[in-house]
Nanobody, 121 residues
Framework: QVQLVESGGGLVQPGGSLRLSCAAS????????MGWYRQAPGKERELVAV???????NYADSMKDRFTISRDSAKNTVYLQMNSLKPEDKAVYHC???????????????WGQGTQVIVSS
């Protein structure tokens, strides 16, 4: 079992920045990839960015010029630096990870509870 704990959300003015963090904890696992998704009110959950164990990244086209995903492998933590925030970035941001559980010899996907981001003046 793996737990994800997100932090860093909050209220920010348009044009401002926020940095989200997500730490994975548990035992006997290896992270294959970690990422961020978001869900705005009345909309489906959408990909924001993903980073693989090898460091490869993938971004949603609408966010790749403003958001940066990074990781600290030693801490099993992924970050999302969000700059030039817009009101339409308001959403609950969920951390996601695909891990290999050694005792199960297969991969699983876990989700965090989410952290609210509000962009408003």
């Amino acid at each position: 079992q793996v737990q994800l704990v997100e932090s860093g959300g909050g209220l920010v003015q348009p044009g401002g920045s926020l940095r989200l963090s997500c730490a994975a904890s548990g035992s006997d696992f290896r992270i294959n990839a970690m990422g961020w998704y978001r869900q705005a009110p009345g909309k489906e959950r959408e990909l924001v960015a993903v980073i693989t164990n090898g460091g490869g990244t993938n971004y949603a086209d609408s966010m790749k010029d403003r958001f940066t995903i990074s990781r600290d492998s030693a801490k099993n933590t992924v970050y999302l630096q969000m700059n030039s925030l817009k009101p339409e970035d308001k959403a609950v941001y969920h951390c996601n990870t695909e891990v290999l559980l050694y005792n199960k010899a297969r991969s699983y996907v876990y989700w965090g509870q989410g952290t609210q981001v509000i962009v408003s003046s």
